[in-house]
């Protein structure tokens, strides 16, 4: 059952979770920057080490954006269609509707990368599309998603320490205390 926020903590509703998230994507900016330094360098490293080193930042992206969905589908978008549905709000259940076909487009995008090789024709745009796509991801839950948590009083930091603990725990799913568990998001067969 998602827990709600009382009216007192509306105010503080979504700064924990955009800080787990906000943590996530600055590491993720990173690998984003380094594969673009590196590609810059083209005429600057070996072919050989050039793409190794590609190769090693796309798994590295792809493992962080992966570890990032299977928590968005198995706890972030079960919560959120749970908070929208006691909400009763119609325009906020389209909205999560289309950001949760959008998140499947990204995933989609992070599994032909990790099939990839650095020597294939569209690996670098590859690379930059998908930066695209997640500059977008955070720029709607900072925005419209991060409103629609707080008007629904969706409790934010309990639904962040969980996504955290799930990241932590190579995806496997702990129990709270009273030994229950979210259910799998439809989302995942996207």
């Known amino acids: 059952m998602v827990q709600q926020k009382s009216k007192s903590d509306k105010e503080n509703a979504g700064t924990d979770m955009m800080k787990f998230l906000k ?9 984003f920057r380094e594969f673009e330094s590196i590609c810059d360098l083209s005429g600057h490293l070996p072919d050989k080490k050039r793409n190794a080193r590609k190769a090693a930042i796309v798994t590295e992206l792809c493992g962080r954006l992966g570890g990032y969905a299977q928590a968005a589908d198995q706890i972030f978008f079960p919560a959120m269609c749970e908070a929208i549905a006691l909400h009763g709000n119609l325009e906020e259940k389209q909205f999560l509707d289309e950001f949760v076909v959008e998140h499947a487009g990204t995933w989609i995008l992070v599994a032909q990368l990790m099939k ?5 024709t569209y690996y670098d745009a590859s690379v930059k599309v998908l930066r695209r796509h997640i500059k977008h991801h955070a720029k709607v839950l900072k925005g419209r998603m991060r409103e629609i948590m707080e008007d629904t009083k969706l409790d934010v930091q309990t639904l962040a320490e969980e996504m955290s603990r799930f990241k932590g725990g190579a995806g496997e799913r702990k129990k709270d205390a009273s030994g229950s568990s979210r259910k799998t998001a439809p989302a995942k067969g996207i």
């Open 23 to 31: 943590d996530e994507q600055k590491r993720i900016k990173r690998l």
């Open 116 to 120: 990839m090789k650095p020597t294939d």
